[in-house]
């Protein structure tokens, strides 16, 4: 497919409204619903979300750093911008679906590009029991948080817990702990991304957990079951110098 239609999208930061104004004299911005394209300008925060807000709809989405870190974006450059899209590599990723129980029995399910993570809401530690296929595995963690990765969040917040890396093309999800005090040794495990994990937390009312699936928060839960999705496959635009996958193996080696 070649790309002609551009639809910008970019974070309320200086630079990257200064970054629309030039782009958007250089190329035309078409409203999203006619685009082949969103160019994310921002930082990773703001690509996660344009993913998850308009990735649904099967646009592809290439980011450009205007932000900070901006390990999922692109170098940014006004210069030969149609090219660089026309020519970029193709990653598809799959997101993490939540669904979560509080204690007033009220239903939540959201999405998650990255993670999925339960972390407790007081100085109170949370006690938390795993199940991996519908079988006890952890009869209690008790940590500050626990979380489920898929791949391509496996170098975000699963990482600064002391999570794997993992590849891209990875089968795999992490399933990370975070700050766990009992199992004292106890840091997680590598699972098939076909496996359904629940974490079913124990005294919700005096040990309060909240669950966050990308931009869904969801205080005083007292499930929750997480699953990769079968069907959604958002697509996310790399230039061939930085593919998805040369990023990951990068990033096992940087300081």
Do not use: H
């Amino acid at each position: 497919m070649k790309f002609n239609k551009i639809a910008f999208i970019a974070s309320n930061s200086k630079v990257a409204q200064k970054a629309l104004k030039e782009l958007s004299k250089v190329y035309k911005n078409t409203s999203i619903n006619r685009a082949d394209v969103i160019v994310a300008l921002g930082g990773d925060g703001l690509l996660l979300n344009v993913i998850e807000t308009y990735g649904i709809n099967k646009i592809p989405v290439y980011g450009m750093n205007r932000g900070t870190i901006g390990f999922l974006m692109n170098t940014y450059s006004k210069e030969n911008l149609l090219e660089r899209i026309n020519n970029a590599i193709l990653s598809k990723i799959s997101p993490l679906v939540m669904e979560a129980v509080d204690v007033n029995n009220k239903k939540y399910r959201g999405i998650a590009i990255n993670e999925v993570s339960l972390l407790r809401q007081s100085r109170m530690t949370a006690k938390v029991i795993i199940n991996v296929n519908n079988k006890k595995r952890l009869n209690e963690l008790v940590c500050d948080g626990v979380m489920v990765a898929t791949p391509a969040g496996s170098t975000a917040y699963n990482l600064s817990a002391n999570g794997p890396i993992l590849p891209i093309n990875s089968k795999l999800l992490s399933l990370t702990s975070i700050c766990a005090f009992r199992p004292r040794r106890w840091r997680g495990a590598l699972l098939p991304k076909s496996s359904s994990v629940d974490f079913i937390v124990k005294e919700p009312k005096i040990r309060g957990v909240s669950a966050t699936a990308g931009n869904l928060e969801v205080r005083n839960v007292k499930s929750v079951n997480i699953k990769l999705s079968t069907k959604l496959a958002f697509k996310l635009l790399f230039d061939t110098e930085s593919s998805l996958e040369e990023k990951f193996i990068n990033e096992q080696f940087s300081s």
